[in-house]
């Protein structure tokens, strides 16, 4: 036997747990210590030392945190504050007092923080907390309702075991249903509560200006940028086009190509399709497969160098199609010579002159492999380390340390280009991603963030340079990465159909689907067949009626405590007293006149209702003595 008491504090601390559970990531460390201290502290004093902190001390503390967080609030900020008062307060509640109403604020308050969550990143472990809070708040408000009727009231473990196993079959059936409405109820076309969250929603990534050491910070991150659905590749033509950068200063690229155009490239080559899913940014980069012909997208433009912007910020998810063909060369008129030929001030004589020895007496196509191909004979390495950070960096770089990550070895080649007399430009996107065989799609990591170069050749065209060497993987590790890779890629596919399916389903994928339904059924025209239809309906119809008839002579059967009231409405009724359906025993008994009558048939009520409605079964032994006391009737 258990107090319902402790059953009821056993799934209300599961529920405050789990909301915390999702957003525990996301507050401040010092809010979620402060938070398992209290539901620590909560635990102690209901169940071991048995205190109640005084409620005027509990208040105080809770208008204090309500008066600071509306201190921190900010207009581009609403949500975190918000969510981390509101994890605070929870745990205060917890400490507190619990009546019913206590119980219920707690509820409320883990229901709050669940959905507030969403607010701030929506994935697909989301369904799980979502499934486990509404079976855990079934369970609660149900058990409950018996707690307020008798605090100390005592249950078996068959019957809370009966209890939970019920509640949870109603929220797992309600649960699809739920999914039903998801679908068919009209959606907005504007997200209602993105502005809630302007400075949460998005992530790192490239700018219009890139500072050496920028995409060291970027390639340390290891989330997702961007899935792209589309058919598997050769390798080598895997770079994701990005940003455009054709200014140097000596420290940092800048782009100052402006994006005004519109429309389709004409490049001759097979085009390849891509379907992006991209993550927020705080820019307004769209990336696609390298050479992107044309991105379609609400509100896109485009450069004269071939990079595609958003005309706003992406806060949210987007997704897009684009259309790509993949080449290293890419012809087209060069406007600008100067602007690619720019070089920093105070470029140091040695870089100068190393490059003019590497190319006097060749031409400018064998002047462009040479440079390339320097780094490589010059036995420069590739390394995320103690990058050489400096007042010349490119100069140490090229010069002394011989070491450095993609944005090093780019700009160098860029720069050393610009030495010899050929535009050049850098490039910032992605190298590479992953194939994921179910999916069909590429997943795209931050950590696989990289520059390139493109150089203009004497035939007219920006031609693709990768002066990087590859990262080399130690052995021994390689069977270790590959199969942690494969675990991702498994996770991610859960990902990549909850995004496609749930957070991009959209008010246009709903119109979509409508169309096609309402074709479909224009298009349908039924054919009678007779022996279909005996097989579709009638068997079907028969095999029904038979199982009812089976189930209702074998499985309807009154169970034992059905047959004994039934004897019982018998007897009394041939004592001259009729119960109505409706009527309880006590109530009914109450109208016996005869005191003889009535006290022999009580004695038969109060043994029958001990056993019954305290769930014990009527084992032969029971029954027989139930029999004894109506033949006493």
């Given at each position: ?12 601390y599961?529920?405050?747990l789990?909301s ?10 010092n ?28 208040t ?12 921190r ?29 206590d119980?219920?604020?707690i ?28 079976i ?30 019920k ?35 998005a ?23 961007f ?32 994006a ?22 705080d820019n307004?980069?769209?990336f ?46 060069l406007?600008q ?27 400018p ?6 440079l ?20 010349e ?24 280009l ?58 021994k ?44 059924a ?9 022996s ?51 009527e ?10 005869d ?10 009520v ?28």
């Open positions: 036997m258990v107090r319902i008491d402790t059953v009821v504090d056993m799934i209300t599961g529920i405050a789990l915390f559970v999702t957003v525990v990531q996301h507050v401040n460390t809010i979620s210590i402060i938070f398992i201290l209290a539901f620590a502290l909560s635990v102690y004093i209901h169940h071991r030392y048995n205190f109640q902190v005084p409620n005027i001390a509990l105080l503390i809770s208008i204090t945190i309500i008066s600071v967080s509306i201190m609030v900010e207009a581009d900020d609403f949500v975190m504050p918000s969510i981390e008062a509101l994890t605070l307060l929870l745990g205060v509640k917890l400490v507190g007092s619990r009546a019913f109403r119980y219920m604020q509820y409320a308050m883990s229901l709050l923080l669940l959905a507030g969550s969403t607010l701030i990143d929506i994935r697909a472990y989301f369904l799980i907390y979502f499934i486990l809070m509404v855990l708040l079934n369970a609660a408000v149900v058990l409950l309702a018996f707690y307020s009727e008798d605090r100390t009231m005592k249950l078996d473990y068959a019957k809370v075991t009966t209890i939970l196993y509640t949870s079959t109603i929220a797992l059936i309600a649960i699809p249903l739920t999914a039903v409405f998801f679908f068919i109820l009209p959606r907005s076309t504007y997200p209602l509560l993105t502005f809630l969250n302007i400075g949460r929603s992530h790192s990534g490239f700018t219009d200006q890139v500072q050496l050491g920028d995409v060291t910070d970027i390639q340390s991150n290891a989330d997702v940028v899935r792209a659905h589309m058919e598997q590749i050769k390798e080598e033509d895997l770079y994701w086009r990005g940003v455009v950068l054709d200014t140097f200063d000596g420290k940092a690229w800048r782009s100052t190509e402006p005004t155009e519109a429309g389709k490239v004409n490049q001759k080559g097979d085009t390849i399709t891509q379907t992006i899913y991209l993550e927020p940014t307004k980069h769209l696609a497969l390298d050479r992107p012909v044309q991105i379609q997208h609400e509100h896109t433009i485009r450069t004269r160098n071939l990079s595609y912007q958003s005309k706003t910020h992406i806060t949210d998810k987007v997704r897009y199609t684009a259309r790509s063909v993949p080449s290293r060369v890419y012809p087209t008129a406007q010579w100067d602007k690619y030929l720019q070089l920093p001030a105070g470029l140091p004589k040695e870089v100068v002159d190393l490059v003019m020895g590497l190319t006097a007496g060749k031409d196509d064998a002047q462009v492999a040479v390339t191909q320097y780094f490589r004979r010059a036995n420069y390495k590739y390394s995320l380390d103690n990058l050489p950070i400096s007042e960096p490119i100069a140490d770089f090229i010069l002394k340390h011989r070491y450095g990550n993609c944005e090093y070895f780019a700009s160098a080649l860029a720069v050393m610009r030495i010899a007399g050929i535009p050049s430009r850098v490039v910032g996107g992605y190298r590479g991603g992953t194939y994921n065989n179910v999916g069909q799609y590429y997943m795209v990591t931050q950590n696989s963030a990289h520059l390139w170069v493109e150089a203009y050749t004497s035939e007219g065209a920006w031609l693709r340079l990768e002066p990087t060497p590859p990262l080399t993987t130690l052995p590790y390689q069977e270790v990465r590959e199969f942690l890779q494969k675990i991702g890629l498994m996770l991610d596919t859960i990902n990549y159909y909850w995004n496609m399916v749930v957070i991009n389903y959209s008010f246009r994928d709903q119109l979509r689907i409508v169309s096609k339904l309402a074709q479909r224009r298009e349908f025209q039924p054919h009678i067949d007779r279909r239809l005996l097989a579709l309906f009638v068997f079907p119809m028969l095999a029904g009626l038979l199982f009812f008839l089976v189930r209702t002579r074998f499985f309807n059967r009154k169970t034992p405590a059905k047959r004994l009231i039934g004897e019982f409405d018998t007897i009394m009724k041939r004592r001259g007293y009729l119960r109505t359906p409706n309880g025993l006590q109530e009914f008994l109450d109208r016996v006149a005191g003889d009558l009535r006290e022999r048939a009580q004695r038969f109060v043994a029958f209702e001990e056993t019954f409605y305290r769930d014990q079964p009527l084992h032969h032994a029971k029954r027989r003595s139930l029999r004894m006391l109506l033949r006493a009737i």
